[in-house]
């Protein structure tokens, strides 16, 4: 059934307001949970918090008071939305636990976008990123490995392979080499513009959540790993961020932003197992439908144009967590030497790439590569999670 948010109705703004007892939801159970339900938690924890901070910027450049306060209302529920959404994560789960689950989001989304998306330009960015996700999350295994003596496969249950990607210490690219060329907001399929969007506020809050939880480590090589992956997030929000046409005027972000969190929550709805997060992502839906209706009437009045000229007459098929691997295999076979130059990619070592790579290494190992031969010292071998045979690129992934 073809499902138009435009044509529904959602609950009155005056309505949405939850108290302290309905916020306090209980966490999911990390023993049991179907791994791609903490998927979409994280994921939603993620454009929650992007819809937070793009609605104070644009509160920070409005100057009508009337509509800073319609702003400041919306945003109050959207900041109860996002309390409610990663308050499902419980805390018996350590900071590294949920880095490897915020990796194993990084992965299982992204390729799905790149599957699904229309744009071979738009495509190719999000095939290039993935790769290095998947690289973070074999690094993080490693080092979950030897501090705490636990296995990566508890966490993503087998759905996602844990192995090489492109190595970490070779995504370190000189900061121009990271912005791409926009969709043109004109010409590009509705279905890119929410696709950009999302894969954007996820790194953005990986990114956010390593430059937080990062000190906190005791552990010397943990807090440089996170340093160097730290780093890393920031590139990909600027990787990221470049795709959306900077030409958008506020409302028209603004209304996508609406959109985009319509089309998730009910995309989540629809696909999740555990009933009482469905029930979270019913509600949330709900809420956000009134958004919409409140972002369409701004979008007229300053855009003067009609939402339906610039969103998609339904909501496209819904983001689905499921596994990659096979589609993972065949980039790791095809695309893992791949770096950037200008806004397009290549597969050497340009020198401005060098230049970088020199720069930010100061002639040592960085601790993307320590933690592998860490844990080899300390388990007899590395960690990898290969359910479906040899890795793809061979074994001659090391420096
Ligand atoms: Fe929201
Ligand atoms: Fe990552
Ligand atoms: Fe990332
Ligand atoms: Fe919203």
């Given amino acids: 059934m073809a499902f138009d948010p435009l044509q529904e109705r959602g609950i009155p703004l005056d309505e949405q307001l939850r108290n302290w007892r309905e916020l306090d939801v209980p966490p999911i159970d990390p023993d049991h949970v179907d791994p791609y339900t903490r998927c979409r938690i994280i994921t939603m924890n993620g454009i929650e918090t992007e819809a937070i901070l793009f609605s104070h910027q644009l509160a920070r450049h409005c100057t009508d008071l009337e509509l800073k306060r319609q702003l400041a209302r919306v945003r109050y529920i959207e900041a109860q939305q996002q309390k409610v959404v990663n308050w499902l994560l419980p805390g018996v789960s350590s900071v590294l636990e949920t880095t490897i689950a915020y990796e194993q989001v990084a992965v299982d989304l992204t390729a799905w976008v790149a599957r699904m998306e229309p744009d071979p330009y738009l495509t190719q960015a999000y095939q290039f990123g993935v790769l290095e996700d998947f690289d973070h999350l074999y690094r993080y295994a490693n080092l979950y490995e030897m501090i705490e003596h636990r296995k990566?496969?508890?966490?993503?249950?087998?759905?996602?392979?844990?192995?090489?990607?492109?190595?970490?210490?070779?995504?370190?690219?000189?900061?121009?080499?990271?912005?791409?060329?926009?969709?043109?907001?004109?010409?590009?399929?509705?279905?890119?513009?929410?696709?950009?969007?999302?894969?954007?506020?996820?790194?953005?809050?990986?990114?956010?959540?390593?430059?937080?939880?990062?000190?906190?480590?005791?552990?010397?090589?943990?807090?440089?790993?996170?340093?160097?992956?730290?780093?890393?997030?920031?590139?990909?929000?600027?990787?990221?961020?470049?795709?959306?046409?900077?030409?958008?005027?506020?409302?028209?972000?603004?209304?996508?932003?609406?959109?985009?969190?319509?089309?998730?929550?009910?995309?989540?709805?629809?696909?999740?197992?555990?009933?009482?997060?469905?029930?979270?992502?019913?509600?949330?839906?709900?809420?956000?439908?009134?958004?919409?209706?409140?972002?369409?009437?701004?979008?007229?009045?300053?855009?003067?144009?009609?939402?339906?000229?610039?969103?998609?007459?339904?909501?496209?098929?819904?983001?689905?967590?499921?596994?990659?691997?096979?589609?993972?295999?065949?980039?790791?076979?095809?695309?893992?030497d791949c770096t950037t130059l200008g806004t397009g990619y290549v597969q050497e070592a340009h020198e401005r790439f060098s230049r970088m790579q020199e720069a930010v290494m100061g002639g040592e190992k960085p601790a993307s590569e320590q933690v592998i031969d860490d844990n080899r010292a300390v388990s007899g071998r590395e960690y990898r999670l290969e359910t479906e045979g040899p890795h793809p690129a061979g074994m001659q992934l090391g420096r």
């Fill in 152 to 336: 990566a496969e508890k966490i993503v249950d087998g759905v996602t392979e844990v192995m090489p990607g492109r190595p970490t210490y070779l995504h370190h690219r000189d900061p121009v080499d990271n912005v791409r060329e926009p969709y043109d907001r004109h010409r590009t399929e509705p279905l890119s513009k929410l696709h950009a969007l999302t894969v954007m506020a996820a790194e953005q809050q990986t990114m956010n959540y390593y430059m937080n939880v990062g000190p906190l480590a005791m552990e010397p090589i943990a807090r440089r790993l996170y340093q160097e992956i730290g780093m890393v997030e920031e590139e990909h929000v600027t990787h990221y961020e470049s795709l959306v046409d900077p030409g958008e005027s506020w409302w028209e972000m603004l209304l996508n932003h609406e959109y985009n969190e319509c089309y998730l929550y009910h995309s989540f709805m629809e696909t999740e197992s555990d009933p009482k997060v469905k029930a979270v992502w019913e509600l949330h839906l709900n809420m956000e439908i009134e958004h919409l209706r409140l972002a369409c009437e701004l979008f007229k009045r300053f855009d003067g144009r009609d939402p339906d000229q610039v969103l998609a007459p339904e909501l496209p098929p819904p983001v689905t967590f499921e596994p990659n691997k096979a589609y993972l295999r065949e980039l790791l076979a095809t695309q893992i």
